[in-house]
């Protein structure tokens, strides 16, 4: 045990939990020249933002795939291209059809227009106005997520300036944007793109980003909010696009592990945390499996608020009212993944062989009576047999990834719930049959693809809980619905990275401003126990 563990030569602080939040968070805490002690359980940091070869010679990007809002300054400030970070941006965002050449989205905006004009001409031409105004209430919306969520409750001055300047921002959007800006959160996202497009073949894949991560369908209220993230998406200042980590979403993990360890951060792997030691309401350290305790004046948890407060904590420290809060947190995991490793780049029907459609995206969403279907199996508790998929092929902007002339598909894969009818224990028996749908559902559009499978890795909401810690296998430590984001995420009174242990905070994405690879989270709360002088 290292010395500076001890109860009378403690850590500044502990962060519970080695992925990409945990460890920013370690960072700016190493920065400002604290002691900073990381642990994960599993045997590599990242946490879900992981890259492993999981088959001789073959890098997935295990869990999460690609990059957007991966904060400007996180990256600046941590110098993280010196240590290794480069993002390369996806070209395009395909969605092949039985019929047709399917439909491409490029960064050329004549090319992108012709191809919008073969289903309707009328889209065509509203499509670039509709990204203009996007791009302004994306642009509304950003500085919230760089900020602490407003407290309406609150009294300081400093939250009041925070709210007035909102409210000002608001105001400035005029009367056409505000009204836009309040149906993207209450609207659908279907109905919100009812109102300006007609094409089912457009219509489908810009719904999908609405239900990434939540047990909601492209028709449930609320939505419509989420679609805003496509168009908040910022790599090295170019607005509104999104990349991929030569490396994997790992190398983003690893360029900020290496920065932490740069400033001073001590970093361990294979070291699991049985629970938070709290004596007196105050948390001083944690307990490890191993049987050591670790002292710590701060104690931050990188792990989901349900995990942290109910597993690490336990109820009998926590205040009752509390208790209830976090037992109605919603998590409800609705996806999976399947990575598969290629001995040559499979060739879709409507656009064979290789080309630039293959690297950006690729989004197996036909139309919305295609992902409305897949939902409905998961609402009776299947995962959809006919999915919405969405992959990208690493190895096109990152040959290191295979073997050359081999490649990699990462698959994101929507619906599959945790809590399927047989409960959610049964999904090792179901794991490969949900492989197997994926698989067969991909070759309906690549009708080559299994005879150049070599392997492959399958992962269920189940297998993200088990082996990732993400509870009922939500990639976001919770739900991005309205009643769960700003100042009531994790739940309302506690958004502003403390909690109701006294020394113990959150840096995870279960706090403001939310999931997706944005180190916001671990930077926000890391600035706010500096402020506070809590560490």
């Known amino acids: 045990m290292s010395a500076l563990g001890t109860r009378s030569n403690p850590y500044d602080a502990i962060v519970v939990g080695g992925g990409h939040n945990g460890l920013t968070c370690a960072a700016y805490l190493a920065r400002a ?40 300054h996180v990256i600046r400030d941590l110098d993280l291209s010196r240590h290794g970070l480069e993002i390369v941006p996806l070209e395009c965002s395909f969605t092949p059809h039985h019929e047709g050449p399917g439909l491409c989205r490029w960064p050329d905006p004549a090319k ?13 031409d509203l499509y670039p106005q509709f990204g203009k105004i996007m791009g302004k209430l994306a642009r509304f919306a950003k500085p919230i997520i760089d900020e602490p969520a407003p407290d309406p409750s609150s009294f300081r001055p400093s939250d009041l300036k925070q709210l007035l300047g909102l409210g000002k921002a608001f105001r400035d959007l005029g009367d056409d944007l505000a009204a836009l800006q309040f149906k993207l959160t209450t609207m659908s996202a279907v109905d919100f793109l009812d109102e300006w497009f007609e094409s089912e073949q457009l219509k ?42 030569k490396g994997g979403t790992g190398a983003i993990s690893n360029a900020i592990a290496s920065a932490a360890t740069e400033l001073g951060a001590e970093l361990r792997v294979s070291s699991p945390v049985s629970s938070i030691i709290v004596e007196k309401g105050s948390a001083v350290g944690v307990a490890m499996e191993s049987g050591d305790d670790l002292y710590a004046r701060t104690v931050v948890s990188g792990c989901e608020p349900r995990l942290t407060f109910l597993g690490l904590v336990g109820e009998q420290n926590l205040p009752d009212d509390f208790v209830t809060a976090m037992k109605r947190y919603k998590l409800r995991g609705s996806s999976g993944k399947v990575n ?67 490649h990699v598909m990462s698959c994101f894969v929507q619906y599959a719930p945790y809590a399927i009818k047989e409960g959610p224990e049964h999904w090792p028996e179901r794991r490969d049959a949900f492989g197997e749908t994926v698989i067969d559902t991909l070759e309906e559009y690549c009708p080559d693809i299994r005879k150049h499978i070599v392997g492959k890795q399958v992962l269920t909401p189940w297998d993200l809980e088990q082996e990732f810690g993400l509870t009922e296998g939500n990639i976001f430590h919770g739900e991005l619905t309205l009643d769960q984001l700003l100042f009531q995420r994790p739940t309302a009174g506690w958004a502003r990275y403390e909690t109701p242990v006294d020394r113990l905070w959150l840096c995870s994405s279960g706090v403001h401003p939310g999931g997706g690879i944005m180190s916001a989270p671990g930077y926000l709360a890391a600035q706010r126990m500096l402020e506070k002088g809590a560490v």
Not at 234 to 243: P, T
Not at 364 to 382: C, H, M, Q, T, V
């Open 204 to 245: 489908a894949p810009m719904a999908c980003s609405g239900i990434i991560g939540t047990m909601l369908g492209v028709h449930s209220p609320g939505t419509a909010y989420v679609l805003l993230h496509h168009y908040m998406g910022e790599i090295d200042g170019s607005s509104r696009a999104w990349g991929f980590a």
């Open 112 to 124: 992108t227009r012709d191809e919008i004009a073969r289903f309707s001409r009328h889209d065509a």
């Open 340 to 406: 598969i490793a290629l001995d040559a780049l499979p060739s879709f029907s409507c656009r064979p062989g290789d080309g630039p459609h293959l690297r950006g995206d690729v989004a197996i969403a036909p139309d919305i009576d295609y992902l409305e279907r897949a939902y409905d199996d998961a609402k009776y508790g299947d995962f959809s047999h006919r999915p919405y998929i969405n992959l990208v092929f690493p190895t096109l902007l990152d040959r290191n990834m295979a073997p050359p002339g081999h």
């Open 33 to 72: 020249g604290k002691k900073v002690l990381v642990l994960e359980r599993r045997h590599v940091l990242g946490g879900a933002a992981v890259s492993e070869e999981i088959i001789p010679g073959y890098t997935f990007t295990v869990c999460s795939y690609v990059v957007s809002l991966l904060r400007p």
